[in-house]
Structures are given as structure tokens and as C-alpha cells.
């Protein structure tokens, strides 16, 4: 799965030309909170039914990644808190299940 599918199909505009699986191995190189690879394996994750929906979506997986540079805000309407890459690393690693 995380083999065959280009980063920017689930999260557009980002590391255009790589898989999923390539983004994860990069190591921060490109990425250096690795925010890339935690999102990657956090989509993985969902498509192997390994993380609950109600905790974890693809839609906030997609809003993530869309504020990556601007912020995420993980309340929605809320304008605080807001989450950079760091936080969003934070939070991803608790939902692996691995």
C-alpha cells in the first residue's frame, strides 16, 4: 500500500514524485520533524483498520498536513491552541498502535 501510493495522493502537494514508503525511510532528510513519514504511517494505519476512526481520520490527516505551515488547529473553530509540525508529530505518536 504505502509502496504503490504517492504522498501527494492522500496529502496534495506534498514530496511530489515519492511513495509513502519513501517519504517514512527519508529519515527527516527532507523533513525535518519528519511530519511526512508520522502522517504517512498514520494513513497506513487507517487503511489497515489499526487506529479507531473516532480517533484518527483521513479528513483530519488531511487538515494536518494543510497546516503544516500555518498551523493546525485540532478544536475546530477554535483559534487556540494551534499546532505545528512538532505537535502534530506529538499527537500522531500516540495513536500508533505499533
Not at 17 to 39: F, R, S, Y
Request: aromatic content about 10%.
Amino acid at each position: 500500500m504505502a509502496r504503490n501510493t504517492l504522498f501527494s495522493t492522500p496529502f496534495p502537494g506534498g514530496f511530489l514524485g515519492k511513495t509513502i514508503e519513501q517519504v517514512i525511510i527519508e529519515n527527516g532528510t527532507q523533513d525535518p520533524q519528519q511530519l511526512g513519514a508520522h502522517l504517512g504511517a498514520a494513513w497506513c494505519n487507517l487503511q489497515m483498520g489499526w487506529v479507531d476512526a473516532s480517533v484518527l481520520s483521513l479528513e483530519v490527516l488531511e487538515k494536518m498536513w494543510a497546516g503544516r505551515i500555518s498551523g493546525y488547529y485540532p478544536i475546530d473553530g477554535a483559534l487556540l491552541p494551534v499546532w505545528g509540525p512538532t505537535d502534530i508529530v506529538t499527537y500522531l505518536k500516540t495513536t500508533m498502535p505499533l
